[in-house]
């Protein structure tokens, strides 16, 4: 993966709290991510949203790192007992747990005795680990494996993942990212373009081409998406045009 200047770099997030899934909460983190990484031309990829079962969160992690994507975790770094973010990376990594000097000092600093017993919990990461400062309350996450754990709280976790985002892609704007180009058509339904999708498919692999229909209207409407490079977009936009008209959609 080119963590620089490629377009492929994979971006994935695993949201982590029993109170998403049973609706208690709603998640605020994906949109905070998704408006954070297209300032910098970068796409999420993937979503999970996972509970606090340790041997779930202990797979997810695994399956992860398999990945070689960029990961942004999001909670179960406190103190308390479902708080399991540490303990399932560092087993998915197969990496014991240790006191993090830094973070130590931090928390004692910040704390005093009050650090012990149950705060200093919070600064024992997986070997290796290092620091993501937090400009709410001083308490970091920390990274890990091209892991980037933040807590569940969308307004520390949002500046801690842009944090993230400068150190790891300082060269990268909005313009080195994808663009999308759509195309609507009236009275067509999605089953009459098939042919043509098929063809720009074959004709244009790397870019992302979608069809979405609008259900809300009288006469059918449908949206034709293409996502990609400029340049490719461009071209295949031409493209499309083309097999429209030849197929009657469009008069010209």
């Known amino acids: 993966m080119d963590g620089q200047g490629s377009h492929t770099i994979e971006i994935g997030a695993v949201i982590i709290g029993d109170e998403l899934l049973s609706g208690k909460r709603r998640d605020r983190h994906q949109a905070h991510l998704t408006a954070a990484l297209a ?14 079962n340790a041997c779930l969160l202990t797979q997810t992690f695994r399956e992860t790192l398999a990945s070689g994507a960029e990961v942004f975790s999001f909670g179960g770094i406190g103190a308390t007992p479902d708080d399991r973010t540490r303990a399932c ?35 024992e990461l997986p070997e290796g680990a290092s620091l993501i400062p937090n400009p709410v309350n001083g308490i970091p996450g920390f990274s890990c494996a091209q892991h980037h754990c933040v807590p569940g709280f969308p307004a520390m976790a949002e500046p ?11 060269d990268r704007d909005a313009a080195a990212g994808a663009v999308e180009e759509v195309l609507r058509l009236e009275n067509v339904t999605e089953s009459r373009l098939v042919p043509v999708l098929e063809a720009m498919e074959a004709a244009f692999p790397d870019l992302r081409i979608s069809c979405l229909p609008r259900m809300d209207r009288q006469a059918p409407q449908v949206e034709l998406g293409l996502r990609g490079p400029r340049a490719r977009v461009t071209e295949a936009q031409a493209a499309l ?12």
């Open 241 to 252: 045009r083309q097999h429209l008209i030849a197929g009657g959609f469009l008069a010209y």
């Open 39 to 52: 300032e910098r031309g970068l796409e999420l990829a993937w979503i999970r949203i996972v509970g606090d």
């Open 89 to 123: 990376l560092a087993e998915a990594l197969a990496q014991p747990l240790a006191p993090h000097p830094e973070f130590m000092a931090i928390l004692e600093e910040r704390f005093g005795a009050d650090a012990w017993p149950h705060r200093v919990r919070m600064a």
């Open 160 to 170: 801690m993942a842009r944090w993230v985002l400068e150190q790891r892609f300082p």
